[in-house]
């Protein structure tokens, strides 16, 4: 066995030690049904929508919050507008005219983390929540998230179900079988009480977090991910509420797509560093000890992965071409054996193989998690193109942190 | 910290790993069983060829004329054995051991071919390749891809190839034999004088010149016509 093989062996048995792991989580506890029930009690809540040329998402950001299901007497909404150059400042002025619920702040441009600590200081409710300008949530979601805070009085904030929003294109297509999948490890990373990140689009925190520990920070374009581990070094408890659910808009060219995927990448990569300490410490339970470990070890093993994937298919294609001009052998297609004695049947072929089973059943977890169904074209479109685009922002992110480069919102 | 899941899933993840070693051994050694039972059925194949020649003191040159056996079922057993090499190995004992009895088969059935050739006054074009995969002949890997290339393209064009480092004394006697002695690649066309070193394929068909009087398979003829 060569060498690349022997690590494409490990980062084969890190996959699959990280995927067995999230089924016993899965099998240990189960994810509660959806109930009908309604909170005990409605805490007053102010949900940011920090906005930054946003025009042609905020209307229906905005209608998605007022059409919650959530007195409105205790629901507020903060439009930071960040200097946008377009004309969202006008579409939220508009909203906030109509809708004494709304409340639009002003401000030079300075990033979503400057957006987001503006609508702190302007907020005094008990929870505070975050929407990107470019989410839709689902009626129900702020009642599902509130019902998660009364399950147990030591959660400080709660991440959502993210799924696309209208997945029509293959791109867009393909990250809908991400974000399910994403719904199923973030259930399970619950379970551990390991969340890794408390993403833009409707991630809920009790105020007290914010007088804890500060608000949000620049940290490398990844605030949401910086505010996560920042709490889990508190020991403060974060939650999932699988019920809640929220639609964002994801990117759908491939160029929009890996800026975005560099950025929260390279921001994991810069904010690991900040935050080494807890790799593999006890103190920080299984966020110490499986995730942060483990994200930085996926990280590597997909670029190993990619790398050795493109050297063979280089040195395959290379050797062919050198052959053929070495012997004169004409371009000719030899007849393919069909008999079972040919088919690849290595060790390698069937862990594969078990690993794409293992994630298959990750995401129809995801599916009955949320009881939604993901089309066929959507799996296609994801085993045959992630592989292929994830090495570019796995790539781009390595040499952005190497040189300690920021790498760019949009 | 729930340590006792950490290990669960280790445990898991290794018997994972060791069921797959498992499968894979276990279909190896299927595709052994497979290759020593051709190569069992070929051994049968020749005997009954030798004992009916020994029997009658001729062969029915009618009948050999129509079913020119064993050139194809060597080939498919070579292909196999490759695979098996690819899969296992070239250094594995079960390799090497089937790759003795290929070679063996293969000297019989040259041996066969030779006698049925004088009897039938037939005239076969045959290649005795000799090849070296012990690192030492970078150049026998695309020699083969041509010899192989050829056979693809006349179905009669019998190539018996034996690695030159084989430790057989029947493939060694061969080798004294045919008096090789230069660099690998080499070639005997015909039991003519060998031919040294790499040569491509337009140099291969013109030491072969009776390549013109093969049949081509179907395939090629196509592909010769779209050329």
């Not at chain 1, 805490?43 to 042609?56: A, C, G, R, W």
Request: net charge neutral; aromatic share 12%.
């Amino acid at each position: 066995m060569d060498i690349g093989a022997f690590g494409i062996y490990i980062c084969l048995f890190i996959g699959l030690y990280f995927e067995v792991f999230l089924l016993i989580s899965f099998l240990e506890r189960r994810p509660e049904v959806k109930s009908a029930a309604t909170p005990k009690r409605y805490p007053s809540v102010s949900i940011l929508v920090p906005s930054f040329n946003e025009e042609k998402t905020i209307a229906g950001t905005l209608q998605s919050l007022l059409d919650l299901t959530y007195p409105k007497d205790k629901l507020e909404i903060v439009v930071i507008n960040d200097g946008s150059k377009d004309k969202t400042a006008e579409i939220a002025a508009r909203f906030a005219a109509e809708h004494p619920q709304i409340k639009l702040l002003n401000k030079e441009n300075g990033g979503k983390y400057t957006a987001l600590n503006v609508g702190i200081e302007h907020s005094s409710a008990e929870l505070i929540g975050c929407l990107d300008a470019d989410s839709f949530v689902a009626k129900d979601a702020l009642v599902e998230a509130v019902k998660q805070f009364e399950t147990d009085s030591s959660i400080m904030a709660i991440t959502p179900a993210m799924k696309v929003y209208q997945p029509r294109k293959v791109l867009e297509l393909m990250q809908s079988v991400e974000y399910m999948f994403g719904i199923f490890y973030k259930k399970m990373f619950d379970n551990l009480s390991a969340i890794n990140v408390l993403p833009g689009p409707f991630s809920i925190y009790k105020s007290d977090v914010f007088r804890k520990i500060g608000g949000f920070k620049h940290a490398h374009n990844t605030e949401d991910m910086e505010i996560t581990f920042r709490m889990h070094a508190h020991g403060l408890r974060i939650a999932n509420a699988h019920t809640a659910l929220v639609y964002t808009t994801v990117p759908n060219t491939v160029a929009a797509l890996v800026k975005q995927r560099t950025r929260w990448s390279q921001g994991f990569l810069q904010n690991s560093r900040d935050y080494s300490y807890m790799f593999f410490n006890p103190r920080f339970g299984n966020f110490g000890m499986l995730v942060l470990p483990f994200g930085l070890i996926a990280f590597c093993a997909g670029l190993y992965t990619a790398s050795y994937a493109l050297y063979r298919a280089v040195s395959f294609v290379l050797t062919r071409a050198l052959d053929m001009f070495a012997t004169h052998i004409p371009p000719h297609l030899s007849t393919p054996h069909l008999q079972w004695f040919y088919i690849n049947t290595s060790m390698m072929t069937f862990l594969v193989i078990t690993v794409l089973g293992m994630t298959f059943v990750a995401i129809f977890l995801g599916q009955h998690i949320t009881k939604s169904r993901l089309s066929i074209t959507s799996f296609v479109s994801y085993f045959v193109l992630f592989g292929l685009i994830a090495p570019l922002w796995l790539a781009r992110a390595a040499w952005g942190a190497l040189r300690a480069q920021e790498s760019a919102w949009r | 910290m729930a340590w006792k899941r950490y290990i669960l899933a280790f445990c898991i993840t290794a018997a994972i790993f060791g069921t797959a070693f498992y499968i894979a051994q276990r279909i190896d050694a299927g595709r052994i069983a497979d290759i020593r039972a051709t190569e069992e059925s070929i051994s049968i194949d020749i005997l009954s060829s030798e004992t009916q020649f020994e029997l009658l003191g001729h062969l029915d040159c009618k009948i050999i004329a129509e079913n020119p056996v064993l050139s194809d079922e060597l080939n498919s057993l070579a292909s196999r054995l490759s695979v098996a090499e690819e899969n296992l190995g070239a250094t594995n004992k079960e390799v090497i051991n089937l790759k003795e009895q290929y070679s063996l088969l293969e000297i019989k059935d040259y041996l066969l071919l030779q006698q049925i050739s004088e009897k039938c006054h037939s005239k076969p074009v045959f290649v005795l390749y000799f090849y070296s995969n012990a690192g030492d002949c970078k150049d026998c890997g695309r020699m083969g891809q041509e010899l192989s290339y050829l056979r693809e393209i006349y179905p009669g064009l019998r190539v018996y190839s034996f690695d030159y480092n084989l430790d057989l004394s029947a493939v060694k006697t061969l080798i004294a034999l045919q008096k090789l002695q230069g660099p690998l690649p080499a070639f005997i066309v015909n039991n003519r004088a060998p031919v040294y070193g790499f040569k491509t394929l337009d140099e291969v068909e013109k030491l072969i010149p009776e390549l013109k009087t093969l049949a081509t398979s179907t395939a090629a003829t196509s592909t010769k016509a779209s050329n």
